[in-house]
């Protein structure tokens, strides 16, 4: 009889769980740059991190001083002068931003200090299209403001959704403020600043709804292909064939009942239909904006 071998595992010394020694700079305390700001710049190789501190009520003038002061840290200014390459305002930071007493039409300020900061911008913004149920309420509770001796409407609950389409809505027991830009208003206040404006569908379901639903996923990147590019022809057509599919019922019957246009003609699918709009604007190297 052979004997087999054992089944023991082999031994294997195992590294130590010491995190590796690096070379790093010293840390030091942020330097303020003023009473209510702070910088802190990290440096490993080739790739500089800038992290700066403001506060929600600074002025937009504020906001890009803080952080021009954080890129000269890092390196000189270049692209004509711009601290930065790109501004990103990510997922609906820009309609995050409330009007102030001190302070209007802030929104538009901050897309004027994002072009001073760098020679593009790409911004993602909610559209009329989202959050329909809060932004019907706010328009009633700033019509209902505007009556004579209701200033405790306009303090306690319009709060600081006095601009049209700004409103609140809920998450998790607490009220975010919000608001809706169109397209065309998106269009124009970033012309104002930039040579080249590209404003486009982001998506026109609800997120939730495309994350829990593949089959879902799958056809709103197919609406997102008709809905950029404003086919509004086999846009229909593949909405009836979705319906024949589901309703079972014949495909030629729907579109002999369903031949009129579905969408307006004076107007774009992304207005008509994004959720959310993504805008991608650039300055011309030779542009004396």
């Known amino acids: 009889k052979s004997e087999e071998p054992k089944s023991e595992e082999p031994k294997s010394e195992e590294p130590k769980s010491e995190e590796p020694k690096s070379e790093e700079p010293k840390s030091e305390e942020p330097k303020s740059l003023s009473s209510s700001k702070s910088s802190v710049v990290l440096r490993r190789g080739r790739v500089s991190i800038v992290t700066v501190v ?20 890092v390196a000189p200014p270049r692209n004509g002068g711009h601290p930065f390459d790109v501004v990103l305002s990510g997922w609906g930071s820009t309609s995050a931003i409330p009007d102030l007493a001190d302070q209007p039409d802030r929104q538009r300020a901050f897309i004027g200090a994002f072009a001073s900061l760098a ?6 913004v909610s559209s009329p299209n989202n959050f329909l149920g809060p932004q019907s309420t706010f328009d009633a509770l700033r019509r209902e403001a505007k009556e004579e001796g209701n200033e405790k409407t306009l303090l306690g609950e319009v709060r600081l959704a006095t601009r049209p389409d700004s409103f609140y809505y809920p998450v998790a027991g607490r009220d975010y403020f919000y608001s ?19 404003v486009v569908a982001c998506n026109l379901a609800s997120f939730r709804d495309l994350t829990a639903n593949p089959v879902l996923a799958k056809l709103e990147t197919l609406f997102l292909h008709y809905v950029n590019r404003d086919d509004k022809a086999n846009l229909q057509r593949f909405l009836l064939r979705a319906v024949a599919v589901a309703t079972k019922r014949n495909l030629e019957s ?13 107007r774009s699918l992304v207005d008509q239909l994004a959720r959310y ?4 604007s650039f300055k011309h190297a030779k542009s004396t904006k």
């Open 254 to 266: 729907l579109r002999s009942t369903h031949h009129k246009p579905l969408f307006d003609p004076s």
């Open 180 to 198: 809706a830009v169109s397209v065309r208003d998106e269009a124009s206040r970033l012309e104002w600043h930039f040579d080249s404006v590209f």
């Open 119 to 124: 020679p593009s911008l790409v911004q993602i």
């Open 54 to 73: 403001g506060d929600p009520r600074a002025s937009p003038s504020e906001v890009a001083g803080l952080l021009r002061a954080a890129a000269l840290k």
């Open 277 to 280: 709009i993504i805008s991608v």
